[in-house]
């Protein structure tokens, strides 16, 4: 019995592929450097910055005078837009999402977030519109371990005060999030709803995997209590 859901964050509640997109290749442009320059450093401080070992200022700061280019105004600059545009991500998000979670409060389950994310994240997350939905949040930045290590799957699993078995883990399959929920004990879905909107890196459906395709099938699904009856594609 289904008591408790936990779901990923980026491209599972909220896409980063809508509106201004602000990655590597738009701060490089900004810096007026090369892509591939930009990326020595910043791509090799991705688990840093996952882990809540390095800030995005130091790291801009890393790369901006490993260049010979650093002023503290293109730092700010570039700082300050990359935070504005994360928390504009939390404003163009599907509007079923928080029918969505509320269907789930309804039905008298928790709900819970496991999410790999960058300090200029964990504001933007936790000032959101959807963050009063969690029981509770396991955020890589602020627990200093990151999806797929089991560690995390755990501490959420003891701060819901539930089974595994007794977890929907819902994620659109990045970081190899599902194979460690399945690991781990839990139900893995794949949320489906915004792979056609990924023009980056399009994903696809995982085959190992059963997933919904609309956030409304997910709710129906519980309601049917996981069995017959339900959609799951």
């Given at each position: 019995m289904i008591k408790a859901v936990i779901f990923d964050m980026y491209e599972t509640l909220v896409t980063q592929n809508r509106g201004t997109l602000y990655f590597g290749e738009h701060i490089a442009k900004d810096m007026g450097i090369s892509e591939a320059k930009f990326r020595e450093i910043w791509d090799t401080t991705d688990d840093d910055r996952t882990l809540g070992k390095l800030t995005l200022r130091e790291t801009i700061d890393r790369i901006l005078k490993a260049n010979d280019i650093y002023t503290?105004?293109?730092?700010?600059?570039?700082?300050?837009?990359?935070?504005?545009?994360?928390?504009?991500?939390?404003?163009?998000?599907?509007?079923?999402?928080?029918?969505?979670?509320?269907?789930?409060?309804?039905?008298?389950?928790?709900?819970?977030?496991?999410?790999?994310?960058?300090?200029?994240?964990?504001?933007?997350?936790?000032?959101?519109?959807?963050?009063?939905?969690?029981?509770?949040?396991?955020?890589?930045?602020?627990?200093?371990?990151?999806?797929?290590?089991?560690?995390?799957?755990?501490?959420?699993?003891?701060?819901?005060?539930?089974?595994?078995?007794?977890?929907?883990?819902?994620?659109?399959?990045?970081?190899h999030e599902l194979e460690a929920a399945l690991k781990a004990g839990m139900k893995p879905m794949q949320a489906r709803w915004y792979l056609a909107e990924n023009n980056r890196k399009p994903p696809k459906p995982m085959e190992s995997f059963d997933g919904f395709d609309k956030p409304e099938e997910l709710t129906d699904f519980l309601v049917h209590g996981g069995k017959t009856g339900a959609h799951v594609s």
């Open positions: 503290k105004e293109l730092s700010d600059m570039i700082v300050t837009k990359r935070s504005k545009i994360k928390k504009q991500h939390f404003k163009d998000f599907r509007e079923d999402i928080l029918p969505m979670l509320e269907g789930i409060k309804k039905l008298g389950l928790k709900i819970a977030l496991i999410s790999n994310c960058f300090e200029e994240e964990v504001p933007a997350i936790r000032e959101s519109s959807i963050f009063p939905y969690f029981d509770v949040a396991m955020l890589s930045y602020e627990q200093c371990v990151m999806k797929p290590d089991q560690e995390i799957y755990e501490r959420a699993v003891k701060a819901l005060e539930v089974a595994p078995e007794e977890c929907m883990y819902v994620g659109d399959g990045g970081s």
